[in-house]
Nanobody, 119 residues
């Protein structure tokens, strides 16, 4: 059994900052890529940012320069620091991990955390 538990969502004013974290636990042998996705009402889920186990990162164009993804491999945790937030960043943010568990390779999702950017 593997779980991804997210924390850190909430309400923030435009131009503000917010940090998210996601901790993976369970019968994990290796975590490969970790990432953050988001889904706004009426829209498809989209990539926000992803990071490899070696620390290489990839961002969606609209997040470059505002968002920073990082991870702590010892804690099986991925972070997302969001700055200069805009109302269009409002969405449910999901953590993702591609990993090798005791039962094989799998792609896991967190339960999602709401981020609302509004004055």
């Amino acid at each position: 059994q593997v779980q991804l538990v997210e924390s850190g969502g909430g309400l923030v004013q435009p131009g503000g900052s917010l940090g998210l974290s996601c901790a993976a636990s369970g019968s994990i042998r290796v975590i490969y890529d970790m990432g953050w996705y988001r889904q706004a009402p009426g829209k498809q889920r989209e990539l926000v940012a992803e990071i490899t186990s070696a620390g290489s990162t990839n961002y969606a164009d609209s997040m470059k320069g505002r968002f920073t993804i990082s991870r702590d491999n010892a804690k099986n945790t991925v972070y997302l620091q969001m700055n200069s937030l805009k109302p269009e960043d409002t969405a449910v943010y999901y953590c993702n991990a591609k990993l090798l568990a005791n039962f094989g390779r799998a792609n896991y999702w967190g339960q999602g955390t709401q981020v609302t950017v509004s004055s």
